[in-house]
């Protein structure tokens, strides 16, 4: 079946670095990425949307020129959180799917970001 | 093979009728997740459950673990029903999700 691989899966970085996390589909063309964010214990949060070559789709609340996202290939976005500080940890999860609204989804399997 | 089935894909359901969405997994949890995810995207989550049933209004999850299969039924559905509901299973630090099954709810 349809493959997204998150990497990576953990990363432990210092404040005020940037962090970059990739999502690949690896046996299909993502026309729609999306990423999320998951506090503990709570449900996934949706930070933004992305399709290929075009500028990705900020949910409200979300800075975008903190968590920048890419998406310049079908096959590849990426999300960089910039000048990370504690309060951006949290654990990362994308997502991606082939076609229309209607397409199956498939998520990668997470990255568990801690600032320290 | 999937670490988490869902099933059916697809589902078309005229305004009313009974639906079930079924999830089967093969890792160890603790507990299982059902969520929403509405067409814009944005993901609601329905249920967390660990044992037997959990119900929400129109909405019952149950959840057999020997059997590793749970269920999401939706009582009485209407179009504001349609979209795409996943189960997701949580083991340590990684989430498995299910592919999802996208629900229309025909008037």
């Known amino acids: 079946g349809a493959v997204v691989s998150q990497h990576p899966s953990r990363v432990i970085c210092k404040s005020g670095t940037s962090v970059k996390i990739e999502c690949r589909s690896l046996d299909f063309q993502a026309t729609t990425m999306f990423w999320y964010r998951q506090f503990p214990k709570q449900s996934l949060m949706l930070m933004a949307t992305s399709n290929e070559g075009s500028k990705a789709t900020y949910e409200q609340g979300v800075e975008k020129d903190k968590f920048l996202i890419n998406h310049a290939s079908l096959t590849l976005s990426t999300l960089t959180v910039t000048s990370a500080h504690p309060e951006d940890s949290s654990f990362y999860i994308c997502?991606?799917?082939?076609?229309?609204?209607?397409?199956?989804?498939?998520f990668g399997n997470g990255t568990r970001l801690t600032v320290t | 093979k999937n670490e988490v089935e869902q099933s059916p894909q697809n589902l078309t359901a005229q305004e009313g009728e009974f639906i079930t969405i079924n999830c089967s997994y093969s890792?160890?949890?603790?507990?299982l997740h059902w969520l929403q995810q509405h067409p814009g995207g944005g993901i609601v989550s329905l249920f967390m459950l660990s044992s037997g049933k959990k119900k929400h209004g129109r909405l019952i999850a149950t959840i057999n673990i020997q059997e590793k299969h749970s269920s999401l039924h939706i009582t009485a559905s209407h179009p504001r029903d349609s979209a795409v509901y996943i189960c997701?299973?949580?083991?340590?630090?990684?989430?498995?999700f299910g592919t999802g099954t996208s629900l229309t709810v025909i008037p």
């Open positions: 890792v160890g949890i603790s507990a």
């Open positions: 997701a299973v949580p083991t340590g630090n990684q989430f498995y």
């Open positions: 997502s991606a799917r082939s076609g229309p609204r209607n397409s199956p989804l498939h």
